[in-house]
């Protein structure tokens, strides 16, 4: 299981609420601070919620987003 401190720097994570149909990208380095050192994806979907309908999504997606310094121009699209 991946854990957050290994996709800081070339992934990016999002909340998806199937609901709401929103879609959020995630501040992982802050989730990484507030879950621990050793926190997996698994851990931070057990914990993630939706801004707007508070509901807990249980859902993200992990994209590859490339090292910081060559960002891939990655779009999502419904
Ligand atoms: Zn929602």
């Known amino acids: 299981m991946q854990k957050l401190s ?8 999002y909340a998806v609420c199937v609901p709401c149909g929103r879609m959020e990208a995630l501040d992982l380095a802050r989730a990484a601070a507030r879950l621990g050192e050793g926190a ?20 993200v ?5 490339g090292p910081e310094d060559r960002r891939a121009d990655f779009r ?3």
Do not use: I, N
């Open 76 to 78: 999502y699209r419904r």
């Open 6 to 13: 290994d996709l800081l720097e070339s992934f990016r994570v």
């Open 40 to 59: 997996t994806v698994a851990d931070l979907r057990a914990r993630v919620r939706c801004g707007a309908c508070r509901a807990f999504t249980r859902d």
């Open 61 to 65: 997606r992990v994209v590859y987003v």
